[in-house]
Each structure stands twice: as C-alpha cells, then as structure tokens.
C-alpha cells in the first residue's frame, strides 16, 4: 500500500514536472552584420519571443550560426531592426566575435548568400526560467538568415546613375551609397567629400557588397571622420561609394585593361560624380578626395589621368594601373596631383614592382611636390595583431586609420616598413586622413552634367531613417556587441 501512495506520489510530481517543462518559440527576424578587417561577421540575432522576456538568465541560450556554436555576450529588448527599445517585444542576442576574426559571409555573383542557418536553443541541460514558468528548450531556426540584414551600411542612401559608356554605343548604370549625416547636411556649410572606388570582388547591383566586402564603412566611423573638418569648423565629411556591375578594369570589348585601354565605365563614372555635386550643393567642390583599391586604384589613377586638377587628393590603394601604360606626358600632369598611395610590398595580386613603385618613381623624376607613398612589409592584422593577411588586403591599414608614413621623396630604392608605411610625415601631417583634409584646390574645375545621364531614386533608404554618424566612437547601435 505504501509503495503504491510513493507510485503516485511520483507519477503526481512527474505530471507537475511536464506541466511546467515547455517549450518556448522565437520567430527569428535579422542579423545584424559587422565587417572587420578582412572578414564580415554575424554578430547580433534578432528574435521575437512568444512572450515578453524580462531578467533571464541569457548564460543558457545556445546560438549557432552557419554550424559554429556562439557564446552570447549581451542580451537586450529592441525594435524589429534591432534598435534598443526598453519596451520592445523583440530580443536582440549580442554575439562574442567568433573564431579571431568572426565568420565570414559567402557571396558568390557579388550578391550575398540566402542560405544562412541560425539556431536559437538551450545549453545542455539547462532550463530557462521566466517568473514562474519553466522552459526546457526553444524552438527557433532559420535557414535564411542574410535574407534581411542589418549594417553599417544601413546609414547610407543608395541610389543609381544611368549614363554614356565608353567605347560602345549605349549606356551603363552604375549603382551608390552616400553617407549624408545631418550634423553636416543641415549645417548650411560646405563639406569635404570622400569618394570611394571598390575591387574587382565588390561589383555587382548590391552596393552593400562595397560597403562590407571591404570594410568601406569605416569611412563613417568616429575616429576617421574626426579627421576631417567643414568650412564651419565641425568635423566629418560626405562619403560616396560607387558600384559597377563588374570591374572598373572592364574594357568594351569585355578584356580587362591595366590602363592600355579605356573601362567602359571611365565616361558613366565621371558623369556620375558631376551629378552628385550638382545635386548637392554643400559639398565642397574644391575638397573631392578619390581613392579605391586594386581595380579601384587603378580607377582612381585614370581617373586622374582623365581629369587633371578635378580631384583635391587622391589615395589609390594596391593600384593596379600599370606603370608601363602611363606616358611620360601622363607622369608630368600626375606629378601636379595631391595623391597618397598605399601598398604592401608583398602583394602577388597586383605587383608593385612593375606598378605604384616605378610610377612613384617617375613622378619623383617629375619633381613631384606632393606625391606620397606608403610601402609596407606585409599586411599584419590590426583587430588582431600578428595574424598576417593576405599582402594585397593594404586597404586594411587605409580603413584602420594606420596610414601614417610615407617613403622618402626619391627616386630611389624603396624602404618598406611596417611602421605606418615609411620613414616620413608628408607635411607634418600624422596621418593619411590629416593629410587629405588639408588638400584644396585652388582653381576646382566646374562639372559638367553628361546629356541624358539619369539619377536612380533612393533605392533603399537608412533603416529607421537613421543617418547619423555613431557617436563615441562606437558602432552604430543595431550592430549590438559582436566586436
């Protein structure tokens, strides 16, 4: 008899026991995507809870993402995007940064991939407890997880410009994103604008591949946007990044050019940059600084070729215009240019032996005023110091504001240096961006608008219709705490 009254003593606690152990669904929304200095990482999940989740214990929350188990580091409630919102029926999960360097987002045809799995649960054994409820696992799972995305890139306007190609009968459509931040655009003042020129892997018609392949959004970021002043005296400046569908390096023909032939993007992108000025007035025309990298450097160089005393400073990066394709005449008028190059002389994608050296060479031979070159050894991580990269990632150094040496103004042997790059300060300034700020065209050339070049709308306006810049030096706050 008492073994039986223990026999329902225990089926009667067991009863309790699965009334009590529930399982708790979330609805999956976005990530949140960071890019760091040579990889993209999904540092914050969204999710919507079942019910409203206050003072929990997030130790017990089990993340993967893509097949790699992540440690969550922050939890808080927010907006559907990801925005703090203390009465928000949504939970953004804050990751620790994977791996070093985060886990990188596959992209293939420059579009980003679909296929994402993301897996909210419970640690082995763990329950999590909500007031009185007791949920023993979570129900929430995606496999397309970069659907929808939230980014740096979301402070950008994107839009596109249609206009004249270059060695063909027709036209090509070039897409943008332009970081306007209201501290300047309302200020009645004119402002320095950035432009910025992407590589061969970051064409396509999704301009956030430009903004995060490369980490183009530390344009926008604190600590590079305080070197920069307006007309007014406050700090930051405009940034325009532009897209082609391909390459900058594309001929008419469909051959690749390192400057024996003209990209069929040279007439369109010119026209493009004109419209952008005309249609914003408080940009600065005598302060347009043009850079990029690899096929954008090498853009950038014709570019100048092309518009002699249009640009205030350029800054190409592992420039990939051959010197054997300048002229002489070319090094001449190059040799008037405000230009800063960049490179690591370990770089066996774009040699610099027979492409920024010689030509920096020749421009010192030119009596070149204010022609700068940083050569680096190789290319060290800086969000992770002493992991070598890959030698033609040099950008890394650009975007992590550690461009702050030049080599010696000779035609002479170069000494490539870690150490920011050389031995020099060009004109006492501390640093590339310094530098840049400082150059004014005396006499700016007036753009001209390409007859029949048409403006895309807005394609995709700032989530939230946030475009300011971060404040206090730290990401934008829809990024959560994945750094």
Not at 232 to 238: P, W
Not at 252 to 278: M, Q
Not at 368 to 397: R, T
Not at 450 to 455: E, F, T
Request: proline share 5%; with cysteine; charged share 20%.
């Amino acid at each position: 008899m008492k073994s039986m009254r223990l026999f329902a003593a225990l089926a009667a606690c067991m009863a309790v026991l699965s009334a009590n152990a529930q399982t708790l669904k979330m609805e999956p929304q976005v990530l949140g995507v960071t890019t760091y200095e040579a990889s993209t990482a999904v540092n914050l999940v969204v999710v919507k809870p079942e019910i409203k989740l206050d003072n929990f214990d997030f130790s017990v929350l089990a993340v993967n993402t893509n097949g790699t188990d992540r440690e969550v580091k922050s939890v808080y409630p927010c907006d559907s995007r990801g925005a703090f919102d203390p009465d928000g029926e949504y939970l953004a999960l804050g990751l620790e940064k994977a791996s070093g360097r985060g886990i990188g987002l596959s992209k293939a045809g420059s579009v980003w991939r679909e296929e994402y799995n993301v897996k909210v649960g419970l640690k082995p054994g763990k329950t999590l407890k909500v007031g009185k409820q007791k949920f023993t696992a979570i129900e929430c799972e995606t496999d397309r997880g970069l659907k929808d995305f939230v980014s740096e890139a979301d402070y950008f306007n994107k839009g596109s410009f249609t206009g004249k190609a270059t060695g063909k009968v027709g036209d090509e459509t070039l897409t943008y994103a332009a970081y306007e931040p209201w501290s300047l655009k309302g200020d009645g003042k004119a402002n320095p604008l950035i432009i910025w020129l992407h590589g061969g892997g970051e064409g396509g018609l999704d301009v956030s591949i430009t903004l995060l392949g490369n980490e183009v959004v530390s344009l926008i970021r604190p600590q590079i946007q305080s070197h920069f002043t307006t007309e007014g005296g406050a700090n930051g400046a405009y940034v325009l990044s532009i897209q082609c569908p391909q390459a900058w390096m594309r001929t008419a023909t469909g051959s690749s050019t390192r400057g024996n032939y003209p990209s069929l993007y040279a007439d369109v992108l010119k026209s493009c940059i004109d419209n952008y000025l005309e249609t914003h007035p408080d940009v600065d025309r005598n302060r347009v600084y043009l850079g990029g990298c690899s096929n954008g450097g090498y853009m950038t160089v014709a570019m100048l070729i092309r518009h002699p005393k249009f640009f205030a400073a350029a800054y190409p990066t592992c420039e990939a215009y051959a010197d054997a394709n300048i002229s002489d005449n070319e090094i001449k008028a190059l040799a008037e240019e405000n230009i800063w190059i960049v490179q690591s002389y370990d770089d066996t994608t774009v040699d610099p032996k027979t492409h920024c050296i010689p030509m920096f060479q020749r421009l010192m031979k030119a009596g070149a005023p204010n022609v700068w070159m940083s050569m680096f050894e190789n290319v060290q991580g800086i969000d992770n110091p002493g992991q070598k990269l890959l030698g033609h990632f040099s950008w890394c150094y650009l975007f992590n504001d550690a461009v702050t040496m030049s080599q010696e103004q000779t035609d002479g042997d170069v000494k490539p240096s870690n150490n920011g790059g050389g031995s020099v300060a060009p004109q006492g300034h501390a640093n590339i961006f310094e530098w840049m700020n400082a150059q004014v065209l005396t006499d700016p050339v007036q753009p001209q608008r390409q007859q029949g070049g048409q403006q895309g709308g807005q394609q995709r306006p700032a989530q939230n219709g946030q475009q300011r810049p971060p404040q206090g030096g730290q990401r934008p706050p829809q990024n959560g705490q994945g750094r």
